[in-house]
């Protein structure tokens, strides 16, 4: 497997643009198994999730090819299974999202029980629970959910858990319940943008979906669905971490074609600890002041701190003078990149699902990759330490960042991909 390797202490400069969001790509592909049409959707961005979800959906009958850099066109017009084999799941937990869509279409769907993955158990519960409640039969064969239903009727789901709303559980009973007689009202659901994005190709397929990004969405059933063409938003996750780069680094970069809103908790959070944010009318430009200040942080479903940048941001405070506090909410277990940053000489205990980090100097070591953020944030622990850094096992990073090691070059690191 590939490595990256950083020589650090580089200040970043300049400007990189950013690509479309992977976690909003995932559902909206798996929207495209609803109704035989054909669509176009645009700022996919080519990473190894999505490659993984287009295997999926060509081995279930569609017609995926690529129009451009970032275009693909899809036609589902022959999809006629409703399989989803545990050699393509337990590649990537996403994958689950393909079941909302079968059921809905063939009212029949067999998907692989996704495992648990490095960062907790991940069950699926939620999803379940919310599909039996549309009227769905769901029994346990073998490792596979299988799910039969004579027909799907709305309901009023609550489909929050002890760890708050659910993303994808969300799109999933936002898909299953498209064509359910009446009306589907979802309490507790997911405000993520990635799900108004999904709920907005839906709409556009002719689908009755009011609420999007608020906790109460109300889905009406209609008869059929049509083809749609679609732009995906651009990816607040890699914005964050690219913005976390020219921190990091001591540096100034702005990141393009990134909605400010999308990340307002992250950039009130670098406010606070002393970093000068502007907007820049096409995106966000940051600084690090001289004087910066810890932080403590909490993860939260959306709007509040995303989880999904908390392993990059305890990189960023390992450099910050204080102690910092971060208490991961959202899954308590995903601490992975602690142990490998300890070995680059930061300083972190951890309690639970909390953390203490007490900023100091990095020092560059050979360090392992163990999942797609806990591999942004060695990288970007790289960039600010003294010497050189080797990054193993980079295929994580390659799941959700698009070419990460040439636009971090593209800003000035020293950086380059090594093939084993
Ligand atoms: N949960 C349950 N039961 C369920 C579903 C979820 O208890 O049926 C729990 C989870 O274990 C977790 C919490 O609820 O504690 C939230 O999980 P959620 O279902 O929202 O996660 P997800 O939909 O499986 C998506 C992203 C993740 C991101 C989370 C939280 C995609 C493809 N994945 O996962 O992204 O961390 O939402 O925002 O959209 C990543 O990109 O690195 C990544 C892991």
């Known amino acids: ?107 029949k769907a067999e998907v692989s029980y996704p495992g648990g993955c490095i960062i907790g158990t991940r069950p699926i519960d939620l999803h379940l629970k919310g599909l039996m409640r549309l009227g ?34 969300t799109a999933n009973i936002m898909m299953a319940s498209v064509f359910a007689k009446g009306d589907t009202t979802i309490e507790g659901a997911a405000c993520e943008p990635e799900v108004v994005d999904l709920g907005n190709l839906l709409i556009k397929m002719g689908a009755k979906i009011q609420g999007l990004g608020s906790p109460t969405i109300t889905v009406t059933g209609v008869k059929e669905l049509h083809g749609a063409e679609h732009t995906i938003i651009s990816d607040r996750i890699e914005a964050g971490t690219y913005l976390i780069s020219g921190i990091i680094s001591r540096g100034e970069v702005e990141v393009e074609d990134i909605d400010p809103k ?33 932080l403590e942080i909490t993860t939260l479903p959306y709007p509040g701190f995303p989880t999904d940048l908390q392993a990059q941001m305890t990189a960023f405070l390992t450099t910050v003078p ?12 995903r601490f992975m990149h602690v142990a ?24 560059g070591a050979p360090v392992m990759a163990s999942d797609l953020r806990a591999s942004a ?29 040439e636009k971090l070059a593209s800003l000035g690191a020293k950086i380059k991909r090594v093939k084993e």
């Open 136 to 169: 769905a039969d769901i029994q346990l064969k073998d490792g596979y959910v299988v799910a039969n239903a004579k027909e799907l009727n709305g309901a009023s789901i609550y489909l929050a858990g002890n760890f708050g709303s659910t993303v994808l559980g």
């Open 322 to 333: 204080g102690i910092s506090f971060i208490h991961e909410k959202i899954y308590p277990d």
């Open 1 to 107: 497997m590939d490595k990256i390797v950083i020589d650090g202490l580089c200040p970043l400069k300049g400007k990189v643009k950013v690509s479309g969001a992977k976690n909003s790509s995932l559902p909206l592909i798996a929207a495209c198994l609803i109704s035989p049409s054909k669509f176009i959707l645009k700022n996919i961005p080519r990473v190894i999730d999505v490659h993984t979800m287009i295997k999926l959906l060509v081995a279930l009958g569609s017609k995926i090819e690529w129009l451009s850099e970032d275009t693909l066109s899809i036609d589902s017009t022959n999809v006629k299974k409703w399989r989803a084999p545990y050699q393509m799941v337990s590649k990537m937990r996403a994958s689950v999202c393909v079941l909302g869509p079968l059921l809905t279409r063939f009212k």
């Open 262 to 294: 999308l990340l307002t908790v992250f950039i009130d959070k670098l406010i606070e600890c002393g970093v000068e944010v502007t907007y820049t009318g096409r995106g966000i430009k940051v600084k690090a002041g001289k004087d910066l200040k810890s």
């Open 377 to 405: 944030a060695l990288v970007l622990a790289g960039l600010a330490a003294k010497g050189r850094t080797e990054v193993n096992r980079v295929y994580h990073i390659d799941r959700g960042y698009p070419k990460i090691d």
């Open 340 to 363: 490998e940053l300890l070995r680059m000489g930061a300083k972190i205990m951890r309690e639970g699902p909390t953390t203490m980090i007490q900023g100091g100097e990095l020092k």
